[in-house]
């Protein structure tokens, strides 16, 4: 029997500030992986130190030399690389007052940074400590200033390090420079580009909330001349925008075969963001009739690419039409069509697109995107947070909407095959670069969607990857590598401290289908719906395909909860939640994570619980550096059961959106949230003497703590740790992460309360992230975020069978509220 999801809402039983045990060393300074032991042998750095110095005046001069256009001021930016990661909370304002250098934005993880020169006298002094490191022969007692041993090289920020591209296309990102100190001088400059660009005549769109401006259709020349005479420039970046599609195999149809019956229901709208929505469709009685959400020269309401329509079949009806399409059926989506492109590629403003997803909300209050038009190029290792998922990301956690992101795909088969055999590469080929997602699919807030090989036609033995749970060969996985030395330790493994394994793209997978063996689709390919004249549908394969399919499962949770609509990073949860990875191919098992996510979804998990199996949700808020617990029973007759093995299965996953920082790529999330589940023991709790003093040691902390707050884990955890753990400053963090455990008898006995009934603790924590400069620190710290935790408890079945009282017993006992006060429709049952 299908239930309902249930609001937690059992009362929280205290707030207080977070406190970690010290895992410092007695004898280490504050963070003992940072103590960067510098070479002995000083002569490498001295004669590094040359070389940038003779290089920075050089390329300083030539800048001078290269300038044609009269600017009202002049900003004079260099590029310092360090010797391991910057701690910008604790040396930024020591480089601002002591060198005159003010921060512009970290990259390669804070151990390459850009600094503009703010102040001419304290840059001076930046020179000659150079100086006299080079000309020091014992530096055993130095007279310098020991912070410039942690810089490695410099060099003067020049056009070969502005430009960002090998090739030019006509779409150009220009990001400027943001710098409180040199503000007004910036504006200045600023101005008259803008000015310069007007009398050119040059297309362009000035985003001041995102600080880049993107410009379309110059020539070369022009982009050097701009680069070379307006110093607010940080980098430029060239784009186009597109999508990639094998070969059509047409299927012979007569009809399209179906009809939508319920298009006057009160259904949730999706925002295709696509190539147009053919309205000489099936989906005609479901496409809102407005027109305006267009950035082409042709009707919203006609897909010359063929593209977006098949999308949208997909996102109002699911897998309905899959395998036979002919019938009557019901839509789970209403539909807006937002046309970008009109053809297979070309250039978009990313300010438009975002105006245009903007204005839906507003206006339609869509909450629901596809997004399957990304750059075409593949993003680098490691690289930056691209403009576009960093104005994307804002733009979600400010609407409080959900942009399901395609991943991307593999253009060419030379990165999937080998050259010699023609034989498959799989999974080895996701190792390479060239696999690396495409932005905006690298977005936090939103939901990245990547293929799974499936077209619901059984017929997977056909394709080219192996059987079981694999991404499609052309599906992309995730850029950031972690096989930096910055992220191992001296014995050359990864160093926990650093890396992340909560981090990854692609959210979810969804069916998206494969080639078969000879690179063909007619057999493999998934069945989608066309506008070509007498066809109605053709074979395609793509993570375009996939994207909707879980737009259409957010629509359908929507659909019969619209209470979450509050609170869009439930939906997310819910979907995480409901992904397996249960039946991957062991090929696979060692990298999943980067390149199937959390897995594919289970429907039923995501829209229903059962008798055996009960989803609640906790939506609330929480303020940094401080931590909160909830009390959990579970019924007691679970300790009557006979099941010898695991008897309960929890599945947990805490989502939660933030205004991202863009200026660094381990602050660009500068929060931490995090959950776990712990034993029957207080939040915060101290031992005390005879007296009811807290027992302390000789620094004042307390001697031994009995509750969850400054506790060692082995004393607390109920199974697992901390869902994330953060207490080392460089450490980049996730807005998603999801635990997974079972528990046997012995974990219930001893959380046995007086009622005997089993209570257990739910506890979230957040910190502020530790390299946060004090401004960034000051505006977030008092700042309550909210955040959605989504729980699945399911007893396990002993020799087949289950009580079928685990959904009314927890509930019974708990603040466990219906989500919506609605009747369940009859199909719920």
């Known amino acids: 029997m299908k239930k309902e999801h249930l609001y937690f809402k059992n ?3 205290g707030v207080v500030i977070f406190k970690q045990k010290s895992r410092y060393n007695p004898n280490s300074t504050e963070i003992e992986e940072e103590n960067l032991e510098i070479e002995k042998d000083y002569t490498p750095k001295t004669e590094d130190f040359i070389r940038s110095l003779k290089s920075f005046n050089k390329k300083r001069k030539d800048r001078a030399i290269r300038k044609t256009i009269a600017v009202p001021e002049v900003i004079e930016l260099i590029t310092i690389t360090f010797h391991d990661i910057f701690d910008s909370s604790k040396f930024e304002n020591i480089y601002r007052s002591v060198f005159g250098l003010d921060i512009i934005a970290y990259f390669d993880w804070n151990t390459k940074a850009i600094f503009a020169i703010s102040n001419y006298e304290r840059f001076d002094n930046f020179v000659k400590q150079l100086e006299i490191f080079i000309n020091t022969e014992d530096h055993n007692n130095p007279e310098y200033d020991l912070n410039v041993k942690f810089i490695k090289n410099f060099d003067f920020l020049s056009r070969d390090l502005i430009i960002d591209c090998k090739t030019f296309k006509n779409h150009l990102i220009i990001s400027l420079i943001d710098s409180l100190e040199l503000d007004s001088i910036k504006n200045k400059i600023e101005n008259r580009l803008i000015n310069y660009l007007e009398k050119k005549r040059i297309e362009f769109k000035n985003n001041v909330e995102l600080n880049v401006i993107e410009i379309i259709n110059v020539d070369e020349n022009t982009v050097i001349e701009i680069v070379d005479n307006f110093d607010v420039i940080q980098s430029v970046n060239s784009y186009s925008s597109g999508f990639v599609r094998p070969n059509i195999y047409n299927l012979a149809e007569k009809s399209y075969g179906f009809e939508i019956i319920n298009s006057d229901a009160n259904l949730p709208i999706i925002g295709i963001i696509d190539t147009g929505i053919e309205n000489k469709s099936p989906l ?37 039409l899959y395998p036979n399409h002919v019938g009557n059926f019901e839509a789970d989506a209403k539909l807006l069509s937002i046309k970008t492109l009109d053809n297979n590629s070309g250039e978009i403003f990313e300010s438009e697109v975002v105006e245009l997803i903007r204005r839906a909300k507003l206006e339609y209050n869509v909450q629901i995107f ?9 993003k680098k290792h490691n690289e930056c947070m691209s403009s576009y998922a960093f104005a994307l990301d804002k733009l979600s956690h400010e609407l409080n909407i959900l942009i399901f992101i395609s991943i991307s795909n593999v253009r060419d088969s030379q990165h999937f095959l080998d050259a010699n055999t023609n034989k498959s590469l799989f999974p080895l080929h996701f190792m390479s670069e060239h696999t690396n997602l495409c932005s905006p699919a690298e977005s936090m807030n939103n939901l990245t969607v990547g293929a799974y090989a499936s077209n619901l036609e059984e017929n997977e033995y056909e394709r080219i990857t192996p059987l079981g749970l694999v991404p499609a060969i052309y599906s992309r996985t995730f850029h950031i590598n972690w096989d930096l030395k910055i992220f191992k330790d001296i014995k050359g493994n990864l160093n926990h401290k650093r890396t992340n394994k909560l981090l990854f793209k692609p959210d979810v997978i969804s069916h998206g289908d494969d080639y078969d063996n000879w690179l063909d689709i007619n057999k493999t390919g998934l069945k989608v719906l066309t506008i070509e004249r007498g066809t109605f549908f053709s074979k395609e394969i793509g993570t375009s395909y996939s994207s909707p399919f879980v737009a259409n499962l957010a629509a359908r949770i929507l659909k019969k909860y619209p209470e979450l609509s509050k609170n869009m990073q439930t939906i997310k949860a819910l979907i995480i939640n409901s992904s397996e990875t249960d039946e991957i191919n062991s090929e696979i098992e060692t990298i999943k994570n980067s390149i199937i996510g959390n897995g594919f979804p289970n429907e039923e998990f995501a829209i229903n619980s059962s008798r055996d199996r009960i989803t609640f949700i906790l939506e609330d808020e929480i303020v940094p550096e401080t931590i909160k617990s909830f009390s959990l029973k579970l019924p007691a007759y679970l300790l009557d059961l006979m099941n010898p093995q695991s008897i309960l299965e929890f599945t947990s996953t805490l989502c939660f959106s933030f205004l991202p920082l863009n200026k660094s790529q381990f602050t660009y999330c500068p929060i931490h949230i995090a959950f776990g589940f712990f034993d029957n023991i207080p939040l915060e709790d101290y031992k005390k003497d005879i007296n009811g003093r807290i027992l302390t040691k000789p620094n004042g902390f307390p001697a031994q703590s009995l509750g969850i707050n400054y506790n060692k884990m082995e004393n607390i955890k109920l199974k697992n740790s901390w869902s994330q753990d ?8 996730s807005n998603s992460q999801k635990v997974k455990f079972k528990l046997t008898l012995k974990f219930l006995k001893k959380n046995i309360d007086k009622d005997g009934n089993i209570k257990v603790k739910i506890a979230i924590n957040s910190k502020l992230h530790k390299l946060l400069d004090s401004i960034d620190k000051e505006k977030l710290l008092k700042a309550p975020v909210k955040f959605s935790l989504v729980t699945t408890i399911e007893e396990l079945p002993y020799k ?24 369940l429709e009859a199909e719920n049952y």
């Open 284 to 320: 005609n009685s479901i496409i809102i009739n407005d027109a305006s959400f267009n950035l082409t020269s042709t009707s919203s309401f006609i897909d010359n690419v063929d593209h977006g329509t098949a999308v949208a079949t997909i996102a109002a009806l699911g897998d309905k």
């Open 370 to 378: 596809t997004l399957t038009i990304g750059y075409d190029a593949c």
């Open 726 to 733: 953060y207490y080392y400053k460089p450490k980049v963090l």
């Open 800 to 823: 087949n069978k289950t009580s079928n009282r685990l959904y009314e017993e927890i509930q019974l006992i708990n603040s466990l509220n219906v989500i919506n006060d609605l009747d």
């Open 11 to 13: 009362p929280q039983e």
